[in-house]
């Protein structure tokens, strides 16, 4: 198959290099180069500091995106829109696009956007790293889901076994909403904490951070069950809890944005539950706060 890839970030470049196993890659990228290369260490090499493959992957060709079978979008949520308009032009309207990145709230800008092409999301528990610019390590494995946003997309569920031969493991899911709530409620308790305090994921496990994580897995269990995906708080703090064991050496990827004068994600992640509070008069103060308090980092950063 020919996968176009959009945005040439750690999961993007993780992505192009599992693909590229067993199909043609192509890479969309803001450099407009006509091939990027980047050396990329499988997780089993991840120990290792030596990269111990050396990727040049066409990118930016009008003729390849074209032709391409499938496009993954793998840009920061809020790049999304751009990112779709960008491509538009040379998309046919029989390409499947998946859309791939942490947080909710793109959605509908993306069904707007492409109106006829089938439409999917996926989450992912991947792991990946840019110790230097061209330079992807594969630091963890975790799930990926996928599933359908509009009807012509119902049918591509193949998809989900093409992606998981190349990284494993990844799924189908039947209603995409339910993990991508789930992964939403992880990054809503780990990645505005870890900011705020300039720490490892595993320093939340520390008393001192306790009453935070509750209160946040409090206000997002309220608003996923409004939603209809019915949890409690108990649940989500006990996920979020086992993320930050597994995680625990990492550096949120909030953290990584604002340490590097980055946007972060933050009105996608907290900015979404406090929008859905709002739409269900449900009260979110602590995620308010939070989400004020990173927005404020993030000015002072840039
Ligand atoms: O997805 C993540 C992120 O950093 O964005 C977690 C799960 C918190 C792992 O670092």
């Known amino acids: 198959m020919q996968f176009t890839i959009v945005g040439a970030g750690a999961i993007g470049c993780l992505w192009a290099a599992s693909l590229a196993k067993a199909h043609s890659v192509h890479l969309w990228t803001r450099n407009s180069q006509p091939y990027n290369e980047f050396n990329f260490t499988p997780f089993e090499r991840a120990s290792t500091p030596e990269p111990s493959e050396t990727l040049n992957v066409p990118s930016n060709q009008a003729q390849l995106l074209q032709q391409s079978d499938c496009v993954l979008i793998t840009v920061k949520a809020f790049q999304v829109e751009q990112a779709i308009k960008t491509i538009q032009p040379w998309l046919s309207p029989f390409t499947p696009v998946i859309v791939m990145h942490n947080g909710m709230g793109s959605q509908a800008a993306a069904l707007a956007a492409l109106p006829n092409n089938p439409l999917l999301y996926a989450t992912t528990s991947q792991a990946a790293f840019k110790p230097k610019v061209h330079h992807i390590q594969h630091t963890g494995i975790g799930q990926t ?158």
Not at 190 to 213: E, F, S
């Open 145 to 302: 889901w996928l599933g359908a946003i509009n009807s012509t997309a119902q049918s591509m569920q193949a998809l989900a076994e093409i992606l998981n031969q190349a990284l494993a493991p990844c799924q189908w899911h039947h209603d995409i909403q339910q993990p991508l709530w789930q992964k939403l409620a992880i990054n809503c308790a780990i990645n505005p904490l870890t900011t705020l305090h300039q720490c490892k994921n595993g320093d939340l496990a520390q008393q001192q951070y306790q009453t935070a994580l509750v209160s946040i897995c409090q206000e997002v269990a309220d608003i996923m069950c409004a939603e209809g995906y019915v949890t409690t708080t108990e649940t989500l703090k006990d996920q979020v809890d086992r993320v930050i064991h597994a995680t625990a050496n990492n550096l949120s990827s909030m953290n990584q944005d604002v340490c590097h004068h980055r946007p972060t994600e933050i009105d996608y992640i907290t900015g979404h539950i406090v929008r859905r509070g709002q739409h269900y008069n449900i009260r979110t103060p602590f995620n308010a706060q939070l989400w004020q308090q990173i927005k404020t980092m993030e000015q002072k950063a840039s």
